[in-house]
Structure formats: C-alpha cells, structure tokens
C-alpha cells in the first residue's frame, strides 16, 4: 500500500544516532517517530536530541506502534534474529544492520519469515549506493577489464587499538562483535556483488590482538574475545565474468596511521580500483592508473562524513521511496538471500580459522 509519509521506529542509539537517525530524516516524506535502546537514558537522549516523539528501553513497544512502518534495527548481531522475526510477523517492513545474523542457521530463519511475509527485508549494506562502486560494477560487468582473475578488499583503521578503550559488545564474540563481521562481511557482500558471483571455498585466520579490556563502569578487566584482525583468501565460483577467480580480505581495526578502504580488480583486459569516491583504471600495457570520472555522493545533514554516511544517505532514499510507492524491493539493495549468503562466508571463515583448513560452501 502506497503511503504520503512512512513513520520510521529505530532499535538502537550507536551507530544509529549517527547515520540511520539523519539519513532518514533528510528523506522527503520520511518521519522518524520512536527511538529504542537497552538503556532508557540513551534513547531519551536521542529522541531529545532528534525531536523524537516516542522513546523507549522495550524494543518491542516501537514494533507495536501502529505509525511506524520501517523498522531499523542498528542492534549487536545477537540481537538480530529475533527483533526481525517479530517486527516482520508485525507486518513491518525491515532493514537489518549487518553482519545478518549469528550464523547461517539464523540468518536463514530470517530469510524465510522475510519471504512468507511478502515485505520489504533488506540488510544494510549501504556501500552499494556508492556511484564510484555501481560504476565500477556496471564497469566490470560489460567485460571492460575482461575475465576477472584476483580481487583484493583491504581496510585498515585504528578505532580500537588504544587498549584503554572501554570493554563493550563489540569485544565479544557472544554478542556478535568483531571486525570479521563489522568489516568482513561488506567485504563479502562488495566481491560478490561487484561480480554477480558465490564464494566456493574460504581459509582464514583471525586475530585478537587487544586481549583485555576493563568495563567503563566498574574498570575491572574483561577478557576481549572476538577478532579486531582478519585475513580471508577465497576462490570465486565461476560466472558471467568469473573464471578461477581468487580474492583476498584483508581488515583491520588496530591498524595504526590514516584509515584506508579500497577494493581492486584485476582482470584479463585491466584492473581497477575503487576507494570511496574514486575509481582509477589500468589497462594491459600502460604500466600506470588514471581517473575514471565517477558522481559525487551526497551526504544528508547531520552525519559525519564517511563512505558509510554517503551511501546511507542514498539508500535511505530509495527505501522510503519504495515504501511510499507501496513497493516491496529496492533495486540494488542486499536482500535477507544475499544476507544468508553472507553469512555462510563468515561462518565458513570461522570454521577454517578454529580448524586451520580450507572450508567449501554449498552452491
């Protein structure tokens, strides 16, 4: 059903309060109407901050209001499954913040609930909306650096290497925190839909480098039990411009110096390369790069600016667009299947990480 303006109900004050909460305000005929965290004092705090009308420490209250639409959850990953299930037996639509789920046996129940309920499901993944990365994708795709052969996805951030930064979920492996998940899993979802293509077989080998960290209230020292470094190699399934294709993921959040996001692809014609606003190009024989001219993304008012804001701020558009339309996809956007498939990849990767082996995934 088509509606003038879609009320927005958010789960969670982080990330949420930074991106979500003024990327769908600058959307026209968007409101966001209730706000929801674990600590009642957060959430009041955003919906002062925001003008927000309703705000809440039960995440199921902003499910059962009758003017929310969308439901955002911007939550720990543990989380995820659950708040999902509910929102979309509510008749809600929902967008999900990566990783999808725990593992794969969750993210497929989502999958499922999203497909019997016939409503907009998508995982935010919001690095598609990127004009350099549909370019480079549409690029690749019309077979202008020929047969792919290796991809490369590297970040290096230093967010957490400052050992005094306070223990929190992000620092346990049972909440769904690490950088495999955060980081890892927009690697994933980049390289396999950059090239229309599935992960056949993944190693990997992760890393904690920051053992310790003490709780902000009490100071007492907590054990640190996800990953803040990991290194993935993977081979590619054959397709449209895939052939014994291998890929490399190398992320990281204790990595000191300037924050660098990037993803190469080299082909039988060419390669190319793509950070958050720029695509620089290679062909055969010219031994050198020069600049594909690619659109500025925009940025909504009130966020920092980041690759995730820029393409947060796109694809808050088109979801409310296609909500206002009465429409139950958004064209581009990663769906509850490529979130299951995700999440297959990160499943594998841990796998191969506590065996030291290769780990294959099913077609």
């Known amino acids: 059903m088509a509606k003038d303006v879609v009320g927005v109900g958010v789960i969670g004050t982080g990330f949420a309060r930074s991106t979500q909460i003024p990327g769908f305000r600058g959307c026209e005929g968007a409101r966001v109407v209730a706000i929801a965290s674990g600590r009642r004092r957060n959430a009041e705090r955003v919906a002062r901050d925001f003008d927000i009308e309703f705000a809440t420490d039960d995440w199921r209250e902003v499910v059962a209001r009758t003017d929310v639409d969308l439901i955002s959850i911007v939550t720990p990953p543990n989380t995820h499954r659950e708040m999902t299930l509910d929102a979309l037996g509510a008749g809600k639509a929902v967008l999900c913040e990566k990783p999808t789920a725990m593992n794969g046996e969750e993210a497929e129940a989502m999958l499922r609930r999203g497909e019997e309920a016939e409503a907009l499901a998508l995982i935010d993944h919001e690095l598609r909306f990127l004009p350099s990365r549909r370019l480079m994708r549409e690029m690749i795709l019309a077979g202008e650096i020929g047969s792919v052969q290796h991809v490369k996805y590297f970040f290096r951030a230093e967010s957490r290497v400052q050992p005094e930064r306070p223990w929190n979920w992000w620092s346990d492996k049972a909440q769904g925190g690490g950088v495999l998940g955060a980081i890892g899993s927009h690697a994933v979802d980049s390289i396999r839909w950059m090239l229309n293509t599935e992960v056949m077989h993944v190693t990997a080998q992760l890393a904690t480098h920051i053992k310790e960290r003490a709780e902000e209230e009490t100071g007492h020292l907590r054990p640190v039990t996800s990953d803040d470094e990991a290194n993935l190699i993977l081979l590619l399934r054959d397709g449209i411009v895939t052939k014994d294709t291998t890929a490399t993921v190398s992320v990281s959040v204790v990595e000191q110096g300037k924050p660098v996001h990037y993803m190469e692809v080299f082909g039988s014609k060419g390669a190319l390369i793509v950070d958050a606003d720029n695509i620089l190009r290679a062909r055969n024989g010219e031994g050198d790069w020069s600049e594909v001219a690619a659109p500025e993304a925009e940025l909504a ?19 409310i667009e296609a909500l206002r339309e009465g429409r139950k996809s958004v064209d581009g956007a990663a769906t509850f299947t490529d979130g299951y498939r995700n999440q297959l990849v990160l499943d594998a990767a841990r796998r191969s990480h506590d065996s030291g082996s290769r780990v294959e995934i099913e077609a």
């Open 301 to 319: 008012e009130g966020m920092h600016d980041s690759e995730w804001a820029r393409g947060f701020t796109l694809f808050a558009r088109e979801i």
